[in-house]
């Protein structure tokens, strides 16, 4: 048998947390929410920031890339973040009636989120930036991937859903993750801070969603 790869051992060892996450009453209400929702208004609200401050990670990661290829893929997912899913968030707010949060408005679980992401693009570290990165593309595909399909009859939660289970989107959760056991394969050393990167990413993406939830 092989050995477990390292962002699979990173996984197994939060098992218990990404169980929490697997659990969270965002990924059991999506399908049934429509854009009447509080909960899911606020949450649109919330990750239209999170996309703004992922187009930044993204570009950092590009510049941070150390191979033409790596920039190259990258450089695509910037795409899809620049294009994709700001037209998505332009069409439903314009539909939906919402419009961006305040500047300083944010409730903490959003704005620590957005904040961690700011701090590992600043950074520099390259791996630091594709662990943050590869937690919230592995729970967004796996929590989307989960639901039926048809399921959502809302369709700005379908269009929602269908963004985080395509193939391109698929593709480049096991990208990020394939790059990730290769630098942590390549430099022990770092493995360590990547999985808790990987970590500390949950529970700041966990405590994201909570906020949709409080009102
Ligand atoms: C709250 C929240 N967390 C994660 C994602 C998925 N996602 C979309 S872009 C990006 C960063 C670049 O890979 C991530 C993690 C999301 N949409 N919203």
């Known amino acids: 048998m092989t050995e477990p790869s390292f962002t699979d051992r ?4 939060d098992a218990a ?3 929490t996450a697997f659990a969270h009453r965002f990924a059991r209400d999506l399908p049934v929410m429509d854009g009447a929702t509080p909960a899911f208004r606020r949450y649109l609200v919330y990750e239209y920031a999170l996309v703004l401050e ?3 990670l993204v570009a950092r990661a590009v510049a941070a890339a150390p191979t033409i290829p790596e920039k190259r893929w990258l450089a695509d997912a910037l795409g899809g973040l620049v294009h994709a899913q700001l037209a998505y968030f332009d069409a439903a707010f314009a539909r939906l009636g919402l419009a961006p949060a305040r500047p300083g408005t944010l409730p903490v679980g959003v704005s620590a989120c957005l904040a961690a992401m ?3 693009g600043a950074g520099g570290d390259y791996g630091e930036m594709l662990a943050v990165m590869f937690a919230g593309e592995w729970l967004y595909w ?20 269908a963004l985080h289970t395509d193939e391109a989107f698929r593709d480049h959760a096991l990208w990020l993750k394939a790059l990730l056991d290769d630098i942590a394969g390549t430099d022990p050393d770092a493995a360590p801070h990547l999985a808790e990167t990987i970590a500390s990413t949950l529970r700041r993406e966990l405590a994201f969603h909570d906020a949709a939830f409080a009102a």
């Open 17 to 19: 947390l990404w169980d």
């Open 142 to 161: 796996t929590w989307c991937s989960a639901i039926p399909a048809g399921a959502a009859a809302d369709p700005e939660v379908a269009a929602w859903i």
């Open 10 to 13: 990173a996984l197994a060892a």
């Open 54 to 56: 992922a187009i930044d």
């Open 118 to 120: 700011r701090r590992a």
